[in-house]
C-alpha cells in the first residue's frame, strides 16, 4: 500500500498543471516495484520458498511489526486493479521483478511452475493491453532457499543456475 500511494503522490505531482512546465513533453513517467514487495501468494500455486519468505519467517522478531510479504499488496490477484491504477495515472513504462521462485520453485529449470509462468504472461499482456511497457528485472533479492541452501550467490554453481533460468 505504501508503495502504491508513493506512486500516486509522486505522479500526480508531476501531472499537477502546475509542475508540467518541469517535464519535456516527450516525458515518460514510469512506476517500479518489486515481486516480493508487491505480489504476496507467497505459498500459492506451485511457488517456492526465497531467502527472504526464509528470513521473515524465521525471525519475525526483527522485522517492524513482525511484517511479511506473505499478503503484502496481493498483486498476484490483484494485477489488473493495479494496472488500471497505472493506466489512469498516465504511466508509459512499469518496471517489476520476476520471481525467480514463483516460475522455477527449486532454483533449476528441472522444475517450471506453470501458475507463476502464467501470472506474468497475464500481467505483462494486461499492461500492453492498456499501452504500458513492460521492463522487467530478472532478480530483485528474492533468491530461491534452495539455491541459498547450497552457497547462494558466492557459490560458481549459480552463474549457470541464473543463465537457465534468464533462459
Known amino acids: 500500500k ?28 514510469g512506476a517500479a516495484t518489486a515481486s516480493y514487495q508487491v505480489e504476496g501468494a507467497w505459498d500459492e500455486d506451485g511457488k517456492g520458498e526465497n531467502i527472504w519468505d526464509r528470513y521473515t519467517h524465521s525471525h519475525p522478531e526483527l522485522i517492524v511489526n513482525n511484517d511479511t510479504g506473505d499478503v503484502a499488496c496481493d498483486s498476484y490477484h490483484k494485477y489488473k486493479e493495479d494496472v488500471a491504477m497505472l493506466k489512469e495515472l498516465g504511466v ?9 521462485s514463483r516460475i522455477l520453485p527449486t532454483g533449476y529449470v528441472n522444475k517450471v511452475n506453470l501458475p507463476g509462468v502464467t501470472y506474468y504472461k497475464n500481467l505483462i499482456k494486461e499492461l500492453k493491453d492498456n499501452g504500458i511497457e513492460p521492463l522487467i528485472t530478472m532478480y530483485h533479492w ?13 557459490s560458481e554453481f549459480i552463474i549457470e543456475a541464473f543463465a537457465e533460468y534468464a533462459r
Open 2 to 29: 505504501g508503495f502504491i500511494f508513493c506512486c500516486l503522490l509522486a505522479i500526480s505531482i508531476a501531472q499537477d498543471e502546475t509542475n508540467n512546465k518541469l517535464f519535456p513533453e516527450d516525458f515518460m513517467f
Open 92 to 100: 508509459d513504462f512499469y518496471r517489476f521483478s520476476l520471481s525467480w
Open 142 to 154: 528474492d533468491l530461491p532457499q534452495p539455491l541459498q541452501d547450497i552457497g547462494g550467490w558466492p
